[in-house]
């Protein structure tokens, strides 16, 4: 079997030696875009934080690669390894002009500032204008040119669509789409807008108070509403 970009056993993670995440299996192959689902406080974005290093893993494991993601955090070695993590404020920074952002997103090798205008056209003549004069959606996008130019293998993008009129976020879904099928990176994606995330995505996993209560096929978890609904309130099934 060839082996996993990302993939996740057994892991138990939280803070404070407490853990809010238990139990969780989890994979994304490249060219994947896998949705991370559930309700506030589920454990979504301790989940992405544990596998960019930045959360301590209590029990289990998390591979990028074959490379075990160190139990203390480590992020910058993982950051090495091609993880790229937009974040929910999305990591902006308002001070530097949209160039000087891009340029700042890769810390070796040649910045190809033309590889995020051809996924976002609308950065091109943003490129003189300060990160914090940009709208919403521009950030976001600004965010997501980042992770372009940094060339990850796994990328993963926690609410995106968080603050942004849905006109904006509905467009921007299909890029991640397309991010992964253009780059052969892997995505994992947080996200509140359950249908959108579940229609660019090959597969979905539901958490809830930390628990893994649902996973599978986007088409199928689309189809099963009720109990892709049901999951969301912690009913473990409709009968
Ligand atoms: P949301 O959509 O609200 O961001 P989420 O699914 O991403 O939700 P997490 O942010 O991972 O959930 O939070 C999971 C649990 O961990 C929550 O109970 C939260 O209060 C707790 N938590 C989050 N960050 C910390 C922290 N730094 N220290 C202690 N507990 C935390």
Redesign the pocket.
């Known amino acids: 079997m060839t082996e996993r970009l990302l993939d996740i056993s057994g892991l138990h993670t ?3 030696g407490v853990a ?1 995440v238990r139990d969780l299996e989890l994979h994304v192959d490249p060219g994947e875009v896998v949705a991370l689902l ?1 309700p ?8 992405l934080m544990t596998i960019s290093g930045l959360v301590q893993i209590l029990e289990g494991s998390v591979s990028v690669m074959g490379r075990p993601v160190p139990k203390l955090r480590q992020a910058q070695r993982v950051a090495r390894w091609g993880v790229t993590h937009v974040p ?1 404020n999305r990591g902006v920074l308002f001070q530097l002009t949209v160039r000087e952002n891009l340029l700042l997103a890769k810390t070796r090798g040649r910045v190809d500032l033309d590889r995020a205008v051809e996924f976002f056209p609308a950065l091109g003549p943003l490129m003189s204008r300060r990160g914090g004069l940009l709208s919403g959606g521009e950030q976001q996008m600004l965010a997501l040119g980042r992770a372009i130019v940094a060339e990850p293998k796994l990328l993963m993008v926690d ?1 995106m669509s968080l603050g942004l009129a849905p006109v904006i976020y509905e467009e921007l879904m299909p890029v991640v789409r397309r991010i992964a099928d253009e780059t052969g990176a892997g995505v994992l994606l ?1 996200e ?1 807008h359950v249908d959108l995330a579940l229609e660019v995505s090959d597969r979905g996993y539901v ?1 809830n108070h ?1 628990d893994l209560v649902m996973s599978g096929p986007a088409a199928e978890l689309l189809a099963n509403r009720a109990l892709l609904d049901a999951s969301y309130l912690g009913v473990e099934s409709l009968e």
Do not use: F, I
């Open positions: 939280g803070y404070d809010v559930g506030n406080g589920a454990g979504k974005t301790t989940t929910e609410e947080v509140q958490l930390g």
